[in-house]
Every structure is written in C-alpha cells, then in structure tokens.
C-alpha cells in the first residue's frame, strides 16, 4: 500500500467549528436499551458515560436515567460547572441538577420509588451497592453489563469530526518534527517536541503518554521515552495522538535514523503489509477476530508470527481503548460507524520492532482511514 499525503476535509482541519453533539439522541438511545434489558431507570456511575451522555465532566457526577427524564447528582463543587457544561451539552432542560448531599439519596429513593433501577455492575463497589440497597430500600436493583460502553462504539457526526481533528492535528504535528530524526536527538526531547507541536496546533490534551521507542527499546510494545539518544542504523517507535474536547486519536509510525539494513526493511515490509491486509479486511459484518487473524496471518507468513505479541485493535474515542477490541478472542461483528486501530506490530527482543497503526472509520463497503502521516522507514520529505 502506497502512502496517502494528509487529506483536509473540513471536520478534519486543525481549526473551525465543530458540529455540536447529539446527546439527546445519546440519551433517547440509552433509554431504549435499559427498556430492552428491562429496568424502568438506570442510575449511571461511570464518569466518562455520564460525560457522554450528558457533558459533565466533574469527579463526582452519578446520572439516573427514567422514562420522565434524567436527574445528575453532584456536589456544591461542581454547582457552576454543571450548569454551564449541560448547557453547552446541549441538555439543559433534559437533564436537571441536584446536589448529591444532603438530600440526594432521598430524593433519588422518592423518585424511583419501587421501579427496577439498572446500575452499572462494573463500576460499583460492594460497598456503594450495599449503600445503594440500603437507600433505594423500595426499588429492585438490577446488575446491568456495559450498556453505554456498547452504545458508545458507534460514533455519531459530532464525535468522528472531533477524532478527525485530533488525528489532523497528529498529523500535522509529526510532519513537523520529522526533521529531528536524526543522531544524538533524545526520545524524551523528541517527545516533548512532538507533545508541544500538538498543544500548538490546538490540541486541549495529548490522547496518551506519548510512546517513542528506539534501538533496542523499539521491541518494547509501550516503552516510556527516555534519554536515550537516536543512534545512525535506530528503528524509532513513535505511538500518540491529540486530543480534542475529550476525543482521542491514535496513530503510529515506525522510522529508521539513517539507511535502513535489509533485515529491517524485511522487518517493516511484512508489518506494513500485515497492516494493509488488515485494513482491507475491516468492513461492516465481518468478525471481528478475522481482523486479528488477517494480520497475524501475513506475519506468519513472513516468518514474524512470534513477534506479534499484542491484539490488533481497539476502538477509540473518550477513551483511548474503547469497545470493540480486536484480537483472537473477539467475537464480536464490526460494525459501520465504529472507528478502530488496526496496529499490528514484530518486536525482536535486542534487534527493535515495528508497528504501523491506523485509525479507521468502518463503512459499508470498508473503511476510511483518519490518520493520514505518510508511511515509509525512511521519512517522506526530509
Ligand atoms: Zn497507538
Ligand atoms: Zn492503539
């Protein structure tokens, strides 16, 4: 697969508005799906859901969902930022606040009553759920699995233009810091480079602490930057992404310092290849296993198969490793409107590694590539 140069759609500029979120269909969605595991309300304890449906972003936030509407429970530290956040949610008036204290679990208990109230079983504690009993002493409470975390694999309009742009702006950034491979340039100071040129083009936050692995520390899947200075003949992990109103991007390029050895372009021809194969695998309906199995299979093939130790893929998105995730034991179906990595990797233990990572949008017919960075171990334009 030939490298594709930045393409510049309009969500996907590092600049100009972005198309407000949908969280009232979020919310519409929500209630559906509580109806279909059959609870009257649901009280949602995890924050990034809470921040998804609602765009509250405070440490202390429980949202209880019912068919009237939905209530968010936090404290007198967040009585401004809860007001303002849920306007700009687009849900005043959806959602109303009420302080957690010292009333909250009364009020809470009177407006379920004896309803079936679905909580979140793995975001609460032994201790909050006996609480919880304790205070709804009326209601049925009802173990719930990850219900939004589902929801939330489909991206709607609003959150694939703020992925676009993290990515853009990653984009972006590692072009500009192309140069500084070269000898004698540390991972931490190139990582600082590129963290800084993100923050530049507009990124509010760095999706991740920012991976770049050199020389030997390039067999090390998540190594952490050190000073460890580029040496002629390094591979160079490079593994990050921006961030944008809570929106992660994620994208890895693999570079040489220096002219390439034949063992290293063999090396990084069988993970690219691995990687393309991949991504002409993702489609809507397909297994998705068979995308972890398309690319170690090409890795087999080229005699690498040991050398891919980690899974494929994940989903993106408020988290950097969101639902679905993609590896031998996925036995999910791809779905349009998921955006995954597809990130195979070869780590040869005192030789180096290579990962080639990409971001995609799954569509009916295939996908369509966020990041955009050109590939290649030499880098392009320098
Ligand atoms: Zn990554
Ligand atoms: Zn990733």
Redesign the pocket.
């Known amino acids: 697969m030939t490298s594709k140069s930045a393409a510049s759609p309009s969500s996907a500029s590092p600049s100009g508005v972005l198309p407000p979120m949908d969280r009232a269909g979020r919310l519409d969605r929500a209630r559906r799906a509580f109806d279909e595991h059959g609870v009257d309300a649901a009280l949602i304890t995890t924050p990034v859901n809470v921040r998804w449906l609602t765009g509250f972003t405070g440490s202390n936030g429980r949202l209880l969902i019912d068919a009237d509407g939905a209530v968010l429970y936090t404290d007198g530290r967040y009585t401004e930022q809860s007001a303002s956040e849920l306007a700009a949610g687009g849900v005043d008036g959806l959602v109303t606040v009420h302080d957690a204290a010292p009333d909250g679990q009364r009020h809470m208990a009177e407006r379920v009553g004896n309803a079936t109230v679905g909580f979140e079983a793995g975001n609460v504690s032994v201790a909050d759920h006996g609480q919880l009993t304790e205070s709804l002493e009326d209601a049925t409470l009802e173990p719930l699995g990850p219900v939004i975390a589902e929801l939330r694999q489909i991206k709607d309009v609003g959150e694939r233009a703020r992925l676009e742009r993290a990515a853009a702006i990653a984009d972006t950034a590692l072009a500009s810091r192309l140069e500084a491979l070269v000898p004698g340039v540390t991972e931490r100071a190139f990582q600082l480079d590129l963290d800084r040129a993100m923050l530049d083009l507009g990124a509010d936050a760095l999706s991740f602490e920012t991976i770049v692995a050199s020389g030997p520390n390039s067999a090390l899947p998540h190594a952490r930057p050190s000073n460890r200075p580029f040496e002629d003949g390094d591979l160079v992990v490079i593994?990050f992404g921006a961030g944008v109103d809570g929106y992660g991007s994620?994208m890895?390029r693999t570079f040489c310092i220096g002219e390439p050895s034949e063992r290293q372009l063999d090396l990084y021809d069988a993970v690219h290849q691995a990687q393309a194969a991949g991504k002409s695998a993702v489609r809507d309906g397909v297994d998705e296993r068979s995308i972890h199995e398309t690319c170690a299979g090409v890795l087999d093939e080229r005699g690498y198969g040991d050398a891919f130790i980690h899974g494929t893929?994940?989903g993106?998105g408020l988290e950097?490793?969101e639902q679905p995730i993609l590896s031998p034991r996925s036995v999910g179906i791809l779905r349009a409107g998921l955006i995954v990595?597809v990130?195979p990797g070869a780590y040869l233990t005192g030789f180096g590694g290579v990962r080639v990572?990409d971001s995609v949008v799954v569509t009916a017919s295939g996908c369509e590539p966020i990041t955009h960075a050109p590939k290649g171990l030499v880098p392009a334009g320098v």
């Open positions: 593994d994620d890895t893929g994940h993106i950097i490793h990595t990130e990572e």
